[in-house]
């Protein structure tokens, strides 16, 4: 059942995917996941290398600055940290959002740990806690939507959770804006959902950089009935 959720969220994913970096790199989460029986950090780093050195592409400039350094030697912490300050702190990108939603389909993580989860996968690239928020709210939204709730019936938990109600709130004040920022994408890709918008007029929203339609496509996968109200 695990490895059926996983690859339902992965084939949504890649539906929203245009450009492809985001599908490959959740694949290689996956991989490394039912390698390792569980979620290694120090496994999927070293995965994640390995494809930054052979096939990588369309990465975004915060995972090609952290990779770039490791491959000349830098601790992988260190360049995560020297990346954020070369970045003048702006590393709340959308990156891992993109990448860690199938871990929400593996049913043998319990719930309770997917929030720290999320937000460990997030610090191998991005150090602005904005984005290890952001994907750990995609993350346990669609954990819920997998155990059957509603969309709406899911923000609604979710707004009741310590961990989370926070940044849920804030990507509700968020705006409505094709750009990379990881509160922006999750509000457009809420109200994309929220307006059951087609497909097409979402890839026309998001325009070439193409940020919310893989938060979209992930989310939607999850929403199992189409008479379930999204």
């Not at 979620?39 to 990465?59: G, H, I, P, Q």
């Not at 191998?124 to 952001?134: C, N």
């Not at 094709?178 to 998001?206: R, W």
């Amino acid at each position: 059942m695990a490895d059926e959720n996983s690859n339902l969220i992965l084939k949504g994913l890649s539906k929203g995917d245009q450009i492809g970096g985001p599908t490959q790199l959740a694949k290689i989460l996956c991989e490394s996941i039912k390698s390792c029986k569980s979620f290694d950090k120090d496994d999927l780093t070293k995965r994640y290398l390995k494809w930054w050195e052979n096939d990588a592409f369309d990465t975004g400039p915060t995972y090609a600055s952290v990779f770039s350094k490791i491959v000349m030697g830098t601790d992988p912490d260190e360049a995560v940290r020297q990346t954020h300050k070369e970045f003048d702190q702006n590393t709340a990108g959308c990156g891992p959002a993109h990448r860690c939603a199938p871990l929400a389909g593996f049913m043998n993580i319990p719930s309770t740990r997917l929030i720290s989860i999320a937000r460990q996968e997030a610090l191998i690239t991005h150090q602005h806690p904005d984005a290890g928020s952001g994907s750990a709210l995609v993350v346990m939204i669609c954990r819920l939507l997998l155990e059957g709730l509603s969309f709406q019936e899911t923000l609604e938990n979710i707004s009741t959770q310590a961990e989370l109600k926070t940044i849920l709130s804030r990507v509700k004040k968020a705006q409505l804006s094709p750009d990379g920022y990881i509160l922006n994408v999750l509000c457009s890709a809420f109200h994309f959902i929220e307006e059951q918008t087609p497909m097409d007029k979402v890839f026309n929203f998001a325009g070439s950089p193409n940020y919310c339609p893989v938060i979209v496509g992930s989310i939607r996968a999850c929403i199992k009935s189409k008479f379930q109200t999204p």
